[in-house]
T-cell receptor, first 112, second 110 residues
Framework: KAGVTQTPRYLIKTRGQQVTLSCSPISGHRSVSWYQQTPGQGLQFLFEYFSETQRNKGNFPGRFSGRQFSNSRSEMNVSTLELGDSALYLC???????????FGQGTRLTVV | QKEVEQNSGPLSVPEGAIASLNCTYSDRGSQSFFWYRQYSGKSPELIMSIYSNGDKEDGRFTAQLNKASQYVSLLIRDSQPSDSATYLCAVKNNFNKFYFGSGTKLNVKP
């Protein structure tokens, strides 16, 4: 069974640009959560999608948005990038029964 | 107050010793608790989950949960240098939200 796949693995963007990250969950998993990880703040919850609906949301500005498609793949978008958005972005998938979350390899975003 | 608190460490133990990692959480209604291991530059990997009070053992790992004290711990017996990593405690509350601690860095010295 394939794991959680995130693309791209690395990104370099300029301040003010926007970026879209993709996450394909484990087959059969309908929940996808996104996290931002930085050395100073640790792992912070962005949002969770379940069956194409946003189920939970963390305390991030509206520049951070996401969506989920009918095949459970999810995208996260960050608009008007700031230097402080440089981080490792992780997505995690869960199925509807099991509460354990499994992480993808992450996307390392660098904003210059 | 953070939802999940962990000592950032580093915690240094000699090879073969028991490493004890601790975590406290603030939401008394939390029901599910998890330990993840994260090697430098890698994504978190699930080690253990625990849902009821008491101990849960899996190989060299034992998770302990005390809901009355809002306390979760992870014991690693016979620690190996390959156990050197950051250990993240995660808690899921009744609203299905996951909260992660900032992690404890463990160094196992040969």
């Amino acid at each position: 069974k394939a794991g959680v796949t995130q693309t791209p693995r690395y990104l370099i963007k300029t301040r003010g640009q926007q970026v879209t990250l993709s996450c394909s969950p484990i087959s059969g998993h309908r929940s996808v959560s996104w996290y931002q990880q930085t050395p100073g703040q640790g792992l912070q919850f962005l949002f969770e999608y379940f069956s194409e609906t946003q189920r939970n949301k963390g305390n991030f500005p509206g520049r951070f948005s996401g969506r989920q498609f009918s095949n459970s793949r999810s995208e996260m978008n960050v608009s008007t990038l700031e230097l402080g958005d440089s981080a490792l972005y992780l997505c995690a998938s869960r199925d509807s029964q099991n509460t354990e979350a499994f992480f993808g390899q992450g996307t390392r975003l660098t904003v210059v | 107050q953070k939802e999940v608190e962990q000592n950032s460490g580093p915690l240094s133990v000699p090879e073969g010793a028991i490493a004890s990692l601790n975590c406290t959480y603030s939401d008394r209604g939390s029901q599910s608790f998890f330990w993840y291991r994260q090697y430098s530059g890698k994504s978190p990997e699930l080690i253990m989950s625990i849902y009821s009070n008491g101990d849960k053992e899996d190989g060299r790992f034992t998770a302990q949960l005390n809901k009355a004290s809002q306390y979760v711990s992870l014991l690693i017996r016979d620690s190996q240098p390959s156990d050197s990593a950051t250990y993240l405690c995660a808690v899921k509350n009744n609203f299905n939200k996951f909260y992660f601690g900032s992690g404890t860095k463990l160094n196992v010295k040969p």
